[in-house]
Structure formats: structure tokens, C-alpha cells
């Protein structure tokens, strides 16, 4: 649908207060998950019930019919029928190519038992990096060939300067945090290689506007335009389709469906995360999704109820309407730890057998700058193994459910483990012996739970 | 009778057909004291806030037994204030919470606030994205002893520093306490600033009351 009648909805749509809607979302949805009968099993994680995928497919479309996508800045509810929902799905790309020249990768909408492995994107989604350790980190991701495009993180200072939300330096940081990505591309030979949701760390619109330049933001790059938990929208959001629009760079949405929330347990989380996919194909145009499960607690995806949230989306779209879905993959635990290994391995293993793609490792919850590319590496490793393997979702989901019995006591108290340059030599850009020796343990600890890597 | 006081209790996590004021109010007017009462509704409380942590209820249910108990809560005042004699029982503590400008994560502010109000503070909830000074004219007007700063974004953090330094520009160091929180706070950022720190919000009503009592 084209962004000029998007905007008109917004502005000419009913009205219905903020809290009125979270409400009404509550009960509508609650019907929704009873009717449909969604059930959250917590100990086989990865959803091979397709019959319940279906289900959740056809509670997205109802939830969507329902409630609509509130703009906040007018109180106005964008309005689509379920043709037009389904239409946009039809039409959004199924595959496309990120990235420029010998680096760039395919990154395909996938479907149940298409013979296909996930694109891997690595990196630190976001999290807030010293100045000092931006470009050695980065690095470290660049380093990894088996990761296919990547995220940046954020800077938080210029100068020895905070940066402010909205204030002049977040101009100067989005683009340095592209600078500094790019500098770390062409350092190990791959300056082509796509960057995800460039200028994610920028809040306002001026970030995503001063970034779109060749030097910057590439065309073949990607930005990011949130959907407001759940199901809402705004002005600074709708600015960021009209500029990804006519600039034109890809596009990714992101929706944090938030587990405990107004969605309501790992069900009804489930079906607005399904239905936020449907209004941000919709109303964004966007050609790629971020989900990203957030347990109210806990935060982390690696929690039982984020695996399988994000595991049934996964599911119900590569069987109804393919589209491509990259998940989050955030843990509780930092680098430099064996927790945040196995949180990794279970995560890698639960994406690759749900028809997701990775939108990279958020150690910490993306709060500290204690992540490294040695664990991206074991994730792309794991996804590696369990496609060539040929693993199914059972054995998935009991070799999951062993690695989560490794992690739980991180929910209530975890490791955040160490800072960037504790784990590796900040200079030539290797992992210090230590990190790499409980990498090479954990790695054996898992060839024999059942994971066969090729390398 | 103790099935009453029961019943009042789970209203707040099972609502029924009456509301928590009124069968609070039908509970006092059959000769409960209210002292009981409290007691049963923060018995219920509780037992919300554990159902909340376990995920069998959610921010909703929260939000509703919140406001069930502060609506219970006003009924029995004038019985708990006749009782301690006519003055207040107890002060009771008052905060203005709100997002450090920039910043629209408001689901865990939204958290803070209904625990704060389960916890007896009264809470100005002023929202999103608003001005450091802001914060401060608000604190005013509401005669508030606390101003709780939000932030899940690193970028939005110096203007908790901003509230700081408006409060000294003010000539009103001192008169509130400061308190910090959110996913983007640690416990250092908030001794930098010479500022309280809740991790959680359950934590939170614990650091805020031991400040300010
Ligand atoms: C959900 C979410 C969103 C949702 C927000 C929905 C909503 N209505 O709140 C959406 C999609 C809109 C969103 C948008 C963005 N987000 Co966001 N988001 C998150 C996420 C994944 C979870 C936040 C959450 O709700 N947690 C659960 C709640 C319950 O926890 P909590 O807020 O911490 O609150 C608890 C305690 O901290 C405490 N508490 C809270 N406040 C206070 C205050 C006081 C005084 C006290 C004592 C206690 C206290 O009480 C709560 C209960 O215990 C975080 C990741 C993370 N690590 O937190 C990123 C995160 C915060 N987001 C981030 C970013 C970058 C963004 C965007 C800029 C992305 C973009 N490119 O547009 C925008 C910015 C929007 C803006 N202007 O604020 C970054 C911030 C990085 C940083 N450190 O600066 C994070 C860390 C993710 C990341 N690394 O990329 N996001």
C-alpha cells in the first residue's frame, strides 16, 4: 500500500484513546487464544504442530481486523481489510540480494523443509560501545566469514562527549557507527557486506535522515522502523518509511511483542507478534522483520517462552505467508562466560529449525559492551551443523532443552562476563587464550550432546 | 468473617462481582476492623504480584488489581486516620515518575508505577519523553518528596545528569530525592550522579519508602 494512504488512514481513522486500545488489545486477544487453542509448551520449544502455526496465522488476521495499527500522534486506527493484509504479503519480495559485489548475500523468505540454511547476520544489535572499542569490535565481527551481513552497535560518546537523544551529537555518532563499520569491512576484505538496521541506535529521525549518503547508508544497506508495542505506531515512525521510501535503502521492521505485556502470556504474545508482521509489511512496506520476544522479566529470547514465541511466528509464515524473518537472539549472560555459549548453541539450534534468520547476538540483553565475535562464530557454526545434519525438530528441541538446563540459574543471576577487550587482544583482533580455551570446551561439549560441526 | 477478608484479597488478583471498594466497604460497615482489611488486600496484593512474576497474569491484571487496592485503600482511610487518632497513620510518599526525554520504553515505567501505587506511594505518572525541568516543575506542583527518572536508552541518560543539575540551578538540592532505573541505568551510572537505584520495580518501592520515611 503506498505511504500517502497509509498517512490518510492516519489521519482520518477512528479515534480510540492509547489506553482504551492496550485494553481492548488484552481482551480481544485473550478470546483469540482460547478460540484458536495456542498453547505454549515450554519444554519442546521449537513448534512442528502445524496445525497450531495455522492457527496462530489465521488469530494474527483476526487480531488485525479487530484492532487496526493506532497512530499515537493523532489517536487514529490505520485500517486494513484482510485482503489488503494478505495482498502485502503476496507482493513483499521473497527474495533479494543484500549487500554489494562478491559480499553481498541472498536473504530469502523461508518455507518449511526448503533446503535451505537461515542468512546469518552478526553483531552486537545496538548495545552502547566505548569510542575506543567501536572499530575493534566490529572487527571482531568482520573477522568471521561465516557471518553473512551485520549489525552495528552504538555509540554513546563523541569527544569524550554523551550524546543525547535528539541532540546534534546523535548526528555525528549514527554516521561515525557506520564510518567505523565500514573501516572494519574493508580491513579484512569485504567492504560489500551488508549492514542491518543502520542507524538502529538513533531514537529520533534525525539520525535515520543524516544517514542517507553513499558514505553512510548505502542503498544496498538496511534501517529499522520499530512497530510501538503492540500494534501502535507514530509520526517519528512514519518518517522513517518516507525516507527509507525515497532514498530508497532496504528496510526491516522490528516488533517486541512483549511476553506478561498487554499481549498478555507466550500466546497472545505470539499472535500480535504474528499480526505486527502483518501491519508492518502492510503499512511499512518493509521487505524483512525483526521479532524480537521479550520476556517481562527476563527480557532475554532464550528464555522457553521467547524461543518458542518467535518459533511459531516462524512457523506460521514460512507455511502461510513467507516473508523474511530475522530474530533476535539476546541472552542473559556476557562473553567471556560458558552460559552465554550454551545460550547461544540453544538459541542457533530453536532459529534454524522454525524457518527464521538471526538478527545476531545481544549479550547482556545488549546492555553492556561485554560481546565479542568468538560466540557469533559458534552461532553460525551451530546453524551450520544442524542444517547439514539435517536435524529434526525433536532432536532440536531435546538438545535445547539440555542447554537451557545448563543456563536457567542466569534468568535469576547472571554472568555478565567481561568487556570487549578482556576476552580479546584488542589490537590483532583474536580472541585471548583464556575465552578461546572455554570456546573450544564448550564447542566439545556440544559435538557430544548431538551437534555435528562441519568446522 | 474470614471468608470476607478472603475474598477481598483474591478480588484484587479474580475480580468479582464487586469491586474491592465495595466489598471493603461492606466489610467495614459489618464491624471488620480495618486494620484486617489492609491486611487481607495486601495479602491479595502480594499474591497478584507473585501470579504477575510467574506469568499467569500480566500487566493488565496488574494495572486493574493496582488500582482495585488504591480504590479499596481510600475507603478505608478515614477509618485507619480515625484510628491513629485523628492525624495521617503514616505519611504517605509522593513521586513523579516519567521517561527521560527522548525516551518511549514506557512498559517498565508503566510496571513501576502500579507497584509503587501497591506499595502505598502516591504516584504522579507524567509518561513519555518529557524535559528534564519538567520533571522538576511537576515535583513542584505535586509537593513530591521523590522524582523517579526512566531511561532504557543510554543516549537519554544525560539528561537524568540534567535533572541534577537543574535541581542544584534551582536552588533545590536536597528537597528531592533522586532515583534512577530502567534497563539503560546501572548502580554506578546512578552514584555518578549522586542518585538512588532500583534494579527492579519491586526493589524500587523498598529504596524509595527507606529514603523518604
Ligand atoms: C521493547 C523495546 C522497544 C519497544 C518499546 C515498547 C514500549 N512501549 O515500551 C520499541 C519497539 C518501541 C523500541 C524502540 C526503540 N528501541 Co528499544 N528496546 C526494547 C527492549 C527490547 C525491551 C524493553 C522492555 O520493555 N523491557 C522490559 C521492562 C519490564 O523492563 P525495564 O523497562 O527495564 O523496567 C524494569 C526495571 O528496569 C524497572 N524500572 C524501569 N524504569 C524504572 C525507573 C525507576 C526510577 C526505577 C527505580 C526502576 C525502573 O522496573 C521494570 C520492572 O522491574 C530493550 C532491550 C532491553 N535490554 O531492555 C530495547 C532497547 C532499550 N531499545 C533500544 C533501541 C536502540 C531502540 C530504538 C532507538 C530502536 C530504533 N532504531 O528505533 C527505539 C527508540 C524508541 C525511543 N525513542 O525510545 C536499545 C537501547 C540501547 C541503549 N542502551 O541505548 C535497547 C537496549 C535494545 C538494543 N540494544 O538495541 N524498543
Same mark, same amino acid.
Given at each position: 500500500m503506498n505511504i500517502f494512504e497509509v498517512l490518510r488512514r492516519a489521519e482520518t481513522g477512528d479515534y480510540i484513546k492509547e489506553d482504551d486500545f492496550n485494553m481492548k488489545l488484552f481482551t480481544e486477544n485473550k478470546k483469540l487464544v482460547a478460540k484458536y487453542g495456542i498453547r505454549c509448551d515450554r519444554e519442546n520449544v521449537i513448534v512442528d504442530d502445524d496445525e497450531m502455526a495455522d492457527n496462530l496465522f489465521a488469530a494474527a488476521l483476526d487480531l488485525c481486523e479487530a484492532m487496526g495499527f493506532l497512530c499515537i500522534d493523532t489517536n487514529r486506527v490505520i485500517r486494513f481489510s484482510r485482503e489488503e493484509l494478505l495482498l502485502a504479503m503476496e507482493?513483499?519480495?521473497?527474495?533479494? =540480494?543484500?549487500? %554489494?559485489?562478491?559480499?553481498? #548475500?541472498?536473504? #530469502?523468505?523461508?518455507?518449511?523443509?526448503?533446503?535451505?540454511?537461515?542468512?546469518?547476520?552478526?553483531?552486537?544489535?545496538?548495545?552502547?560501545?566505548? %569510542? %575506543?572499542?567501536? =572499530?575493534?569490535?566490529?572487527m571482531s565481527y568482520a573477522a568471521e566469514p561465516l557471518l553473512d551481513i551485520? $549489525?552495528?552497535?552504538s555509540l554513546v560518546k563523541i569527544e569524550g562527549m554523551e550524546v543525547k537523544t535528539g541532540g546534534p551529537l546523535e548526528i555525528r555518532a549514527t554516521r561515525q557507527e557506520l564510518i567505523w563499520t565500514r573501516e572494519a569491512f574493508e580491513r579484512y576484505g569485504r567492504p560489500g557486506t551488508h549492514i542491518y538496521a543502520a542507524g538502529e541506535s538513533s531514537a529520533t529521525a534525525l539520525g535515520t535522515l543524516a544517514i542517507c549518503n553513499e558514505r553512510y547508508m548505502r542503498t544496498t544497506d538496511s534501517h529499522m522502523i520499530p512497530v510501538l508495542s503492540e500494534l501502535k505506531t507514530d509520526y517519528i515512525r512514519l518518517a522513517r518509511v518516507m525516507t527509507g521510501q525515497e532514498y530508497p535503502a532496504y528496510t526491516t521492521s522490528l516488533m517486541d511483542p512483549i511476553i506478561g505485556g498487554f499481549a498478555g502470556g507466550p500466546e497472545g504474545a505470539a499472535i500480535v507478534g504474528a499480526a505486527a508482521i502483518l501491519f508492518a509489511t502492510a503499512a511499512y512496506g518493509v521487505q524483512m522483520h525483526c521479532l524480537h520476544a521479550i520476556h517481562n522479566k527476563y527480557v532475554a529470547v532464550s528464555t522457553p517462552e521467547g524461543m518458542w514465541m518467535d518459533s511459531i511466528i516462524g512457523r506460521a509464515f514460512a507455511r502461510n505467508a513467507p516473508i523474511s524473518i530475522l530474530a533476535d537472539a539476546w541472552t542473559m549472560t556476557g562473553t567471556g562466560t560458558d552460559e552465554l555459549l550454551y %545460550?547461544?548453541?540453544? =538459541?542457533? $539450534?530453536?532459529q534454524e529449525l522454525s524457518c527464521l534468520h538471526t538478527d545476531a547476538l545481544g549479550a547482556t540483553n545488549g546492555v553492556y559492551p561485554n560481546c565479542s565475535g568468538l560466540e557469533n562464530r559458534l552461532f553460525a557454526e551451530v546453524v551450520d551443523a544442524v542444517f547439514h545434519q539435517n536435524m529434526t525438530a525433536a532432536r532440536g528441541n531435546e538438545i535445547v532443552r539440555a542447554l537451557v538446563g545448563k543456563y536457567r540459574h542466569s534468568f535469576e543471576a547472571p554472568d555478565f562476563g567481561l568487556p570487549f577487550d578482556e576476552v580479546y587482544d584488542a589490537k590483532q583482533i583474536v580472541p585471548l587464550p583464556t575465552w578461546q580455551a572455554r570456546y573450544?570446551?564448550?564447542?566439545?561439549?556440544?559435538?557430544?550432546?548431538?551437534?555435528?560441526?562441519?568446522f | 468473617m474470614s471468608g470476607t477478608l478472603a475474598l477481598i484479597g483474591a478480588s484484587l488478583y479474580d475480580p468479582q462481582d464487586k469491586s474491592a471498594a465495595e466489598l471493603a466497604r461492606e466489610a467495614l460497615e459489618g464491624g471488620v476492623p480495618a486494620l484486617d482489611i489492609v491486611d487481607a488486600l495486601s495479602a491479595g496484593i502480594t499474591e497478584l504480584g507473585k501470579r504477575f512474576e510467574d506469568m499467569e497474569l500480566f500487566l493488565p491484571d496488574l &494495572? &486493574?488489581?493496582?488500582?482495585? &487496592?488504591?480504590?479499596?485503600?481510600?475507603?478505608?482511610?478515614?477509618?485507619?486516620?480515625?484510628?491513629?487518632?485523628g492525624e495521617a497513620a503514616q505519611k504517605k510518599v509522593k513521586i513523579v515518575v516519567g521517561n527521560l526525554e527522548g525516551d518511549i520504553h514506557d512498559i517498565g515505567r508503566d510496571i513501576l508505577a502500579t507497584m509503587l501505587r501497591v506499595g502505598g506511594i502516591d504516584v504522579l505518572n507524567i509518561g513519555n519523553n518529557v524535559k528534564a525541568d519538567t520533571f522538576i516543575d511537576k515535583a513542584e506542583e505535586m509537593g513530591a518528596d521523590a522524582i523517579g527518572l526512566s531511561s532504557l536508552l543510554t543516549t537519554s541518560l544525560p539528561y537524568a545528569r540534567d535533572v541534577v543539575g537543574l535541581l542544584e540551578a534551582r536552588g533545590l538540592t536536597g528537597k528531592y530525592k533522586v532515583v534512577v532505573?530502567?534497563?539503560?541505568v546501572t548502580k554506578e551510572f546512578a552514584d555518578s550522579i549522586g542518585a538512588l537505584y532500583g534494579s527492579t520495580?519491586?526493589?524500587?518501592?523498598?529504596?524509595?519508602k527507606e529514603a523518604c520515611l
Amino acid at each position: 500500500m503506498n505511504i500517502f494512504e497509509v498517512l490518510r488512514r492516519a489521519e482520518t481513522g477512528d479515534y480510540i484513546k492509547e489506553d482504551d486500545f492496550n485494553m481492548k488489545l488484552f481482551t480481544e486477544n485473550k478470546k483469540l487464544v482460547a478460540k484458536y487453542g495456542i498453547r505454549c509448551d515450554r519444554e519442546n520449544v521449537i513448534v512442528d504442530d502445524d496445525e497450531m502455526a495455522d492457527n496462530l496465522f489465521a488469530a494474527a488476521l483476526d487480531l488485525c481486523e479487530a484492532m487496526g495499527f493506532l497512530c499515537i500522534d493523532t489517536n487514529r486506527v490505520i485500517r486494513f481489510s484482510r485482503e489488503e493484509l494478505l495482498l502485502a504479503m503476496e507482493t513483499a519480495p521473497k527474495e533479494m =540480494l543484500l549487500g %554489494e559485489g562478491k559480499d553481498a #548475500r541472498v536473504m #530469502r523468505a523461508r518455507r518449511v523443509g526448503d533446503g535451505r540454511k537461515m542468512t546469518v547476520c552478526g553483531g552486537c544489535p545496538g548495545t552502547p560501545l566505548p %569510542e %575506543e572499542l567501536f =572499530l575493534p569490535i566490529m572487527m571482531s565481527y568482520a573477522a568471521e566469514p561465516l557471518l553473512d551481513i551485520i $549489525i552495528p552497535g552504538s555509540l554513546v560518546k563523541i569527544e569524550g562527549m554523551e550524546v543525547k537523544t535528539g541532540g546534534p551529537l546523535e548526528i555525528r555518532a549514527t554516521r561515525q557507527e557506520l564510518i567505523w563499520t565500514r573501516e572494519a569491512f574493508e580491513r579484512y576484505g569485504r567492504p560489500g557486506t551488508h549492514i542491518y538496521a543502520a542507524g538502529e541506535s538513533s531514537a529520533t529521525a534525525l539520525g535515520t535522515l543524516a544517514i542517507c549518503n553513499e558514505r553512510y547508508m548505502r542503498t544496498t544497506d538496511s534501517h529499522m522502523i520499530p512497530v510501538l508495542s503492540e500494534l501502535k505506531t507514530d509520526y517519528i515512525r512514519l518518517a522513517r518509511v518516507m525516507t527509507g521510501q525515497e532514498y530508497p535503502a532496504y528496510t526491516t521492521s522490528l516488533m517486541d511483542p512483549i511476553i506478561g505485556g498487554f499481549a498478555g502470556g507466550p500466546e497472545g504474545a505470539a499472535i500480535v507478534g504474528a499480526a505486527a508482521i502483518l501491519f508492518a509489511t502492510a503499512a511499512y512496506g518493509v521487505q524483512m522483520h525483526c521479532l524480537h520476544a521479550i520476556h517481562n522479566k527476563y527480557v532475554a529470547v532464550s528464555t522457553p517462552e521467547g524461543m518458542w514465541m518467535d518459533s511459531i511466528i516462524g512457523r506460521a509464515f514460512a507455511r502461510n505467508a513467507p516473508i523474511s524473518i530475522l530474530a533476535d537472539a539476546w541472552t542473559m549472560t556476557g562473553t567471556g562466560t560458558d552460559e552465554l555459549l550454551y %545460550e547461544t548453541a540453544a =538459541l542457533a $539450534i530453536a532459529q534454524e529449525l522454525s524457518c527464521l534468520h538471526t538478527d545476531a547476538l545481544g549479550a547482556t540483553n545488549g546492555v553492556y559492551p561485554n560481546c565479542s565475535g568468538l560466540e557469533n562464530r559458534l552461532f553460525a557454526e551451530v546453524v551450520d551443523a544442524v542444517f547439514h545434519q539435517n536435524m529434526t525438530a525433536a532432536r532440536g528441541n531435546e538438545i535445547v532443552r539440555a542447554l537451557v538446563g545448563k543456563y536457567r540459574h542466569s534468568f535469576e543471576a547472571p554472568d555478565f562476563g567481561l568487556p570487549f577487550d578482556e576476552v580479546y587482544d584488542a589490537k590483532q583482533i583474536v580472541p585471548l587464550p583464556t575465552w578461546q580455551a572455554r570456546y573450544d570446551r564448550v564447542k566439545e561439549e556440544l559435538f557430544g550432546m548431538g551437534i555435528e560441526f562441519r568446522f | 468473617m474470614s471468608g470476607t477478608l478472603a475474598l477481598i484479597g483474591a478480588s484484587l488478583y479474580d475480580p468479582q462481582d464487586k469491586s474491592a471498594a465495595e466489598l471493603a466497604r461492606e466489610a467495614l460497615e459489618g464491624g471488620v476492623p480495618a486494620l484486617d482489611i489492609v491486611d487481607a488486600l495486601s495479602a491479595g496484593i502480594t499474591e497478584l504480584g507473585k501470579r504477575f512474576e510467574d506469568m499467569e497474569l500480566f500487566l493488565p491484571d496488574l &494495572m &486493574m488489581g493496582g488500582k482495585a &487496592m488504591q480504590e479499596a485503600m481510600e475507603v478505608l482511610t478515614p477509618a485507619l486516620e480515625a484510628q491513629a487518632g485523628g492525624e495521617a497513620a503514616q505519611k504517605k510518599v509522593k513521586i513523579v515518575v516519567g521517561n527521560l526525554e527522548g525516551d518511549i520504553h514506557d512498559i517498565g515505567r508503566d510496571i513501576l508505577a502500579t507497584m509503587l501505587r501497591v506499595g502505598g506511594i502516591d504516584v504522579l505518572n507524567i509518561g513519555n519523553n518529557v524535559k528534564a525541568d519538567t520533571f522538576i516543575d511537576k515535583a513542584e506542583e505535586m509537593g513530591a518528596d521523590a522524582i523517579g527518572l526512566s531511561s532504557l536508552l543510554t543516549t537519554s541518560l544525560p539528561y537524568a545528569r540534567d535533572v541534577v543539575g537543574l535541581l542544584e540551578a534551582r536552588g533545590l538540592t536536597g528537597k528531592y530525592k533522586v532515583v534512577v532505573g530502567g534497563g539503560a541505568v546501572t548502580k554506578e551510572f546512578a552514584d555518578s550522579i549522586g542518585a538512588l537505584y532500583g534494579s527492579t520495580a519491586v526493589s524500587a518501592v523498598d529504596v524509595i519508602k527507606e529514603a523518604c520515611l
